[in-house]
């Protein structure tokens, strides 16, 4: 796992700098979000690469073959449920597939033996979150989205 956040690391590292060359040609004020993004993204990866490197250099990291079988599965599930969002987007619309898509990788990555208690407030939260941001990008700045069956 350890290498794989140097990869990623990396990687985020390289699409911050690509993405700070292609934010020179915006203007001032339409660069400042883009930058501002990118130098945390930037630092960020900048602390994963850091982070993983001390882990490497102290050995620590000693996952087991069953680790990495429900890693790799966790990752094939988890793009098989992207790629479903991405259809039902259109047939049920935004909101809810966003709520269902975002309730089972909730249930797909949490850790087992988490109190009911912790999981309902959780599924709220991602409720609320979403419905949210839905509200602000389509009525304050006006963004069209996938309208379906249930909105």
Do not use: H
């Not at 690391?9 to 001032?28: D, E, H, M």
């Not at 990495?68 to 449920?81: F, P, R, T």
């Amino acid at each position: 796992m350890v290498k794989k956040d140097v990869l990623a690391s990396l990687v985020l590292l390289g699409i911050s700098a690509i993405f700070w060359i292609q934010s020179r040609n915006f203007t001032k004020y339409g660069a400042l979000f883009p930058k501002i993004v990118t130098i945390i993204l930037g630092f960020l990866s900048f602390l994963l690469l850091i982070n993983s490197i001390v882990k490497i250099l102290k050995n620590k990291s000693k996952e087991s073959k069953v680790e990495k079988i429900q890693d790799a599965k966790s990752i094939v599930i988890s793009i098989i449920l992207i790629v479903a969002w991405a259809c039902f987007i259109n047939i049920l619309g935004f909101l809810t597939s966003s709520i269902i898509f975002f309730i089972i990788m909730y249930f797909l990555l949490v850790k087992k033996g988490i109190k009911l208690k912790k999981i309902v407030i959780n599924i709220i939260t991602i409720i609320i979150s979403i419905v949210v941001f839905y509200l602000f990008f389509s009525k304050v700045l006006k963004v069209p989205f996938p309208r379906g069956i249930l909105i």
